[in-house]
């Protein structure tokens, strides 16, 4: 079986986050839980001034990474709508990895600074 490469993580001071939105991503249409659930899970995040993780990179027994923040997350921070300090800390130091949650494999594309 092929070993996946290692992926920066916090402790490195690199920061990963989903390329994209999943299918069913907490921030579109088809989110796996209702509003009054997501509402609750922003509103925990943003008091305890935490990102919010991507769901399909918390799969047991996956070997996908377990620490990749959520990409509508990210983007939601990117538009001013949300804050995070692992974020913040993460984009001025420029250590925004952006992976394939599928893969584990960082990808040759960030989302524009905003």
Do not use: W
């Amino acid at each position: 079986m092929r070993k996946l490469p290692a992926l920066p993580s916090v402790g490195d001071g690199a920061l990963a986050v989903a390329h994209r939105r999943c299918d069913q991503c907490l921030f579109g249409p088809s989110k796996i839980v209702d509003d009054a659930r997501r509402d609750n899970l922003l509103r925990s995040c943003a008091e305890r001034d935490i990102d919010f993780g991507c769901h399909k990179a918390h799969q047991p027994g996956s070997r996908r990474r377990a620490d990749v923040v959520c990409a509508g997350f990210y983007e939601s921070y990117l538009r001013g709508e949300r804050t995070a300090r692992r974020i913040r800390a993460a984009r001025m130091a420029d250590v925004v990895v952006r992976v394939d949650v599928a893969t584990g494999l960082p990808v040759d594309e960030e989302a524009p600074r905003g």
